[in-house]
């Protein structure tokens, strides 16, 4: 590792939750099953996961809408994937909340949370 590499900390149970997030994400995983990443569709999706983990707890003050656009931009140009559903605004916006009650150890705002979706 250089002097410029940072590692970024992810708590497992966020990674977890975001795991779970993604798996249950219909349209996320239709691109998967029909290997819409090309060859490397499954190493993309595990990389996918490290990456969107990454981005939310190294972005201070991220809102959904940057979320949601960070999010289509990388299903667009990894997953040649564009969903027309409002699923990624969904999905941003379930991450984040789901990020803050992790943040602040809420384990009852993140249990309410995972028994709504």
Known sequence: ???????????????????????????YQLAIDNACGGDETRDKDQWFLQVLCEYVVSTRGLKAEELEEWLTNVLYHDFD?????????????????????????????????????
């Open 81 to 117: 994937l564009i969903l027309e559903d409002d699923s990624v605004y969904q999905i941003s916006f379930f991450v984040l909340e789901g990020y803050g009650y992790i943040k602040n150890q809420n384990e009852a705002g993140l249990q309410h949370l995972l028994s709504s979706e």
């Open 1 to 27: 590792m250089t002097d410029t590499e940072v590692v970024i900390q992810i708590p497992e149970i966020f990674r977890n939750f975001t795991a779970r997030t993604l798996k249950s994400w219909s349209g």
